[in-house]
């Protein structure tokens, strides 16, 4: 317990100290961005997880080289989902969650709702239960032909004749 004390003092003193210098570093590379912040915590983080302080030759070049690293992964994944591209969201122009239904809206929404279901009853019992299960349980044809004891070509025809019937359902009521 008291070694344990002792790290947490140690990345604690680490932090006072390196927190500003780390801050400048991600600032210079990456500009004035809300997610500094973050990363420097990061740093501390895998700091705190990771290596043995005792063995660290070099804490300061450590703590960089660490922060260097996540840098890298950061470049990687801003560039994997092309991040540049994307709109930030912005509450005043997309609008919030706390916007209210119309009376109208939430009519025609349990309206929606209420057909559905009527078009789900509809279904023969088995076709319903796999439909059912997968749409509403999240499990695989593999999973639901084991429980209801049928082969999972089955299970994709069952999955079919719901979807095309519930189509077909949705398409008369629109």
């Not at 088995?126 to 429980?147: C, G, K």
Request: proline share 3%; aromatic share 6%; glycine share 6%.
């Amino acid at each position: 317990m008291r070694d344990l004390a002792e790290r947490a003092a140690t990345i604690e003193a680490l932090s006072r100290r390196l927190r500003g210098p780390l801050r400048r570093f991600f600032e210079k590379r990456i500009g004035h961005h809300d997610e500094i912040e973050d990363l420097v915590q990061e740093v501390f983080a895998r700091l705190a997880a990771g290596a043995k302080l005792e063995s660290v030759n070099g804490i300061e070049a450590y703590l960089f080289q660490t922060a260097t690293n996540l840098l890298r992964d950061r470049h990687r994944r801003l560039g994997a989902r092309d991040a540049a591209e994307h709109e930030p969201y912005e509450e005043a122009l997309h609008g919030g969650a706390t916007e209210t239904l119309s009376p109208e809206r939430e009519i025609l929404g349990r309206e929606a709702i209420e057909q559905l279901i009527a078009a789900l009853y509809a279904l023969p019992e088995r076709t319903r239960s796999v439909w059912v299960l997968y749409h509403f349980e999240d499990l695989p044809h593999a999973e639901i032909s084991r429980r209801l004891g049928m082969a999972q070509s089955t299970v994709e025809k069952h999955m079919s004749r719901a979807n095309a019937h519930l189509l077909k359902h949705i398409d008369r009521c629109a």
